[in-house]
């Protein structure tokens, strides 16, 4: 099984690159803990999507502290990176979206693979639940959400976008972005759309579980963005609506699965200390060692 990671994003609110600051007890990068979640729920390919900067440091740092029988592939999610007879003569400042970092690893990954944003805390409970269900699905349409409470997900230092779940049972039928979402006066609202919720609806943290089948959807999507939009120096194609369109055309059926775990983000820069605090609280609880990969 392997685990992608999305390390790509350039940070604008956090006011830098926060999936390389020391927020664990040892100086450990938040996703290192991810990793170690994964590997404890036999995870045993890492593959982490970043900028083109970022690439030898990363897999030198990782290649170090990883357990030995862990593969590791780190790859630059560059903006030539596109579909075979297709071109872009523009400029952009940001990267193609989420699902074109995905489609960066197409060459590495040939499994059933979880994704995740090398910024989020998802708890190693989330780990098991995306591990229990590669094991129990073996078909190419079975793909796995792993959900977390909306109140749980929410900032203190600010509003924060969402996808909020509609499900049928345990089926997913779409996730609604709601943009601006904030718990105020005991209300939590979206002021973009002005619509209210009661804090236990399930939201997508963009934790999945996917098959090698979402490669080519990508691809598609890629190629027909490249060819309609008006200005392709702006707008991304984002992972969720490209599994959702699957799940509309039927090309996917997924699964939401609740995470039994404790979600938190480093969004904004005031985020930082309550991370520090909970991987702390973590580590004494012997849920981690400290270094985290001390004895591998």
């Known amino acids: 099984m392997t685990l992608l990671l999305m390390a790509a994003g350039k940070g604008s609110r956090y006011g830098k690159l926060k999936q390389f600051d020391d927020l664990g007890p040892g100086g450990e990068f938040l996703m290192e803990f991810s990793m170690y979640d994964a590997i404890a729920n036999g995870f045993t390919h890492i593959v982490v999507i970043t900028q083109k900067d970022n690439v030898a440091y990363l897999r030198d740092y990782l290649s170090q ?8 592939d780190v790859l630059a999610q560059e903006l030539t990176d596109l579909p075979a007879g ?9 990267p193609w979206g989420t699902a074109h970092a995905v489609w960066t690893a197409r060459n590495v990954i040939t499994n059933p693979f ?30 796995g959400l792993i959900a977390y409470t909306l109140r749980d997900t929410l900032s203190p230092h600010g509003s924060v976008s969402r996808g909020v779940c509609q499900q049928r049972g345990t089926d997913l039928v779409s996730v609604d972005e709601r943009l601006e979402i904030e718990a105020r006066d005991g209300e939590i609202r979206d002021a973009h759309s002005g619509l209210s919720f009661a804090g236990d609806e399930q939201v997508s943290m963009n934790f999945w579980v996917c098959q090698p089948a979402l490669f080519p959807k990508i ?15 702006k707008g991304e194609i984002y992972l969720p609506f490209v599994i959702q369109d699957m799940l509309r055309t ?3 059926r997924v699964e939401v699965i609740p995470s039994e775990s404790q979600w938190f ?19 004494a609880a012997g849920n981690y060692p400290s270094p985290l990969w001390g004895n591998t």
């Open 65 to 72: 502290r990883l357990p030995k029988h862990v593969s590791l």
């Open 265 to 283: 983000g480093v969004t904004y820069a005031a985020d930082k200390e309550q991370a520090v605090e909970a991987l702390k609280a973590e580590t």
């Open 219 to 233: 691809e598609a999507d890629f190629r027909h963005f490249l060819a309609t939009v008006e200005d392709p120096s």
């Open 86 to 94: 297709t071109q872009f003569a523009g400029e952009r400042a940001k």
């Open 250 to 252: 039927g090309g996917a």
């Open 114 to 143: 979880a994704v995740i944003n090398a910024d989020d805390y998802y708890g190693q409970a989330a780990y098991a639940r995306a591990s229990e269900f590669i094991r129990r699905t073996g078909s190419q349409d079975a793909f």
